[in-house]
């Protein structure tokens, strides 16, 4: 089946430090890649995606390359924030003919902690 | 521009109580609509989907049902609640087709004692 593994958390940073949280993933298709940001008490909020093979997805910053040969879709940003402080999950889905379409599946998210 | 609304925000209930959990939507029109459930250390699991009126479909047997009355409104029940299912609860939606992107409500959490 499909499955996102997420590098285990917390991660702690000092504010304008670089940030790396891994994410690998295996599909019985050809997956769409997500990363999703939760701030604390809130819902899941769109980061940014990919569609296709190296693709780059950015957004505030942040930025995750598809890379097919690697099956990765690893999020980093160059200097963060403490407003970064969140709850990161990274995503996929797999277009299944006569199937379900709609499924995203998760990891199980990583706690970035930003000092100031 | 599109809005998503849950209620309630926060829910504390007794073991063997109903729930009733609503989700509407605002500004599209026919969109699909997903719940699911964030359990404590884990990741996000899909419970249900709807792609419209009164088309629920189930990913997990649960002690959970799902019902879509009208277009843009989602509702998440259960006869009697179990300690099982506390948790973090996620509305979505998105436009009809399935490729398209997933966008979450600010959810419901629950805390069955």
């Known amino acids: 089946g499909d499955s996102v593994t997420q590098m285990e958390g917390p991660v702690t940073l000092s504010e304008e430090a670089f940030l790396t949280i891994n994410c690998t993933y295996t599909a019985t298709g050809y997956p769409s890649l997500f990363w999703y940001v939760q701030y604390p008490g809130e819902g899941l909020q769109l980061l940014l995606k990919?569609?296709?093979?190296?693709d780059k997805g950015s957004n505030k910053g942040f930025e995750a390359t598809y890379r097919k040969e690697t099956t990765s879709f690893h999020l980093e940003k160059g200097s963060v924030q403490v407003s970064d402080s969140a709850v990161y999950f990274c995503?996929?889905?797999?277009?299944?003919?006569?199937?379900?379409?709609?499924?995203?599946?998760f990891g199980k998210g990583t706690l970035l902690t930003v000092n100031p | 521009s599109q809005t998503i609304h849950q209620w309630p925000a926060t829910l504390v209930q007794p073991v063997g109580s109903p729930l009733s959990l609503e989700c509407t939507v605002e500004g599209t029109s026919n969109p699909n609509l997903y719940w699911y459930r964030q359990a404590a250390g884990r990741g996000l699991q899909l419970l249900f989907y709807s792609v419209g009126i009164g088309q629920i479909s189930s990913e997990v047997p649960q002690n959970l049902s799902a019902s879509r009355p009208q277009d843009r409104q989602f509702i998440l029940s259960s006869k009697k609640l179990l300690l099982s299912d506390s948790g973090f609860y996620l509305c979505?939606?998105?436009?009809?087709?399935?490729?398209?992107?997933?966008?979450f409500g600010p959810g419901t959490r629950l805390l069955v004692l």
């Open positions: 995503a996929l889905r797999v277009i299944k003919s006569g199937g379900s379409n709609y499924k995203l599946t």
């Open positions: 990919a569609t296709k093979a190296d």
């Open positions: 979505a939606w998105s436009t009809s087709g399935g490729r398209e992107t997933q966008y």
